[in-house]
């Protein structure tokens, strides 16, 4: 299979973002800063995680470039043009924590949901709907519905989902977490593979430092209070990742002194 017919580089680019929120205080409201000055350049077919305490606004954060949300300040670019509201002409496709799966719709309709929504032929979405499957290998459970899958398969058909729409960047916001370990750590495994094979950008939000280590290129650390870019740590080990490494074991220790405000 080919993945990479009429895929060309495009960047994305978050300038000065800041996100504020009004919240009361006794009779009146006031403006809590969840998100300032947020500055980010992430190049094509790049893997980025993106790390920090709870609340500091890293969902917040993916929901802005995704044009779920629009900040206060600032913007988002995507080859220059300005990403103001979620579809596929932001060339972005989004991955929550959990799977979203229509339950009364087949895994292969599932997939290729946002297809039909576009107007794509039948025998198009299907063509494609398969492709996809069978790179997340659930092309034997098409006709399953959602409840007959096991937790790993359902977000395997999430990520089949975002790619049938073949987005440059995939947007994942704790798409692992609800997961045993050994299920995610196949996930993830599955996840190093489908970029190697369809050359996406990723955005990974999550609170496993292990994962990001694993999945990323670059590592940006988000303090709180509100979320400010700490640090970002360019992570130059090759794949496959050994997590007991004396290089992984050191970029850990560092992750977790920035996060812990060493």
């Not at 993830?188 to 990001?212: C, F, G, W, Y």
């Amino acid at each position: 299979m080919v993945f990479l017919e009429g895929i060309r580089a495009m960047t994305l680019q978050l300038l000065g973002i800041t996100k504020s929120f009004e919240q009361a205080d006794g009779k009146s409201l006031v403006a809590k800063v969840v998100l300032k000055d947020i500055n980010l350049t992430i190049d094509d077919r790049e893997v980025v995680g993106i790390l920090g305490p709870s609340g500091c606004g890293k969902t917040t954060l993916l929901r802005i470039i995704a044009g779920l949300d629009q900040p206060t300040e600032g913007e988002v670019l995507l080859d220059g043009k300005k990403v103001s509201r979620p579809g596929a002409r932001t060339k972005m496709g989004m991955i929550f924590q959990e799977h979203a799966l229509l339950p009364w719709r087949s895994v292969i309709d599932n997939v290729s949901l946002g297809l039909e929504i576009q107007k794509v032929s039948g025998s198009e979405r299907e063509e494609k709907a398969m492709r996809y499957l069978e790179l997340v290998g659930l092309q034997g459970s098409s006709h399953s519905r959602p409840y007959e899958l096991s937790g790993g398969m359902r977000q395997r058909a999430a990520v089949a989902r975002a790619l049938a729409l073949e987005p440059s960047f995939l947007l994942m916001d704790e798409p692992f977490s609800a997961l045993d370990p050994q299920t995610r750590k196949q996930i993830q495994t599955d996840i190093i593979r489908i970029q190697e094979k369809t050359a996406k950008a990723i955005v990974l939000v999550t609170h496993s430092v292990e994962e990001a280590i694993l999945l990323a290129d670059r590592l940006v650390i988000l303090s709180a209070n509100p979320g400010m870019v700490r640090r970002i740590l360019n992570i130059e080990m090759e794949r496959p990742r050994d997590s007991m490494s004396r290089p992984f074991l050191e970029m850990r220790k560092e992750v977790l002194g920035l996060l812990g405000g060493g």
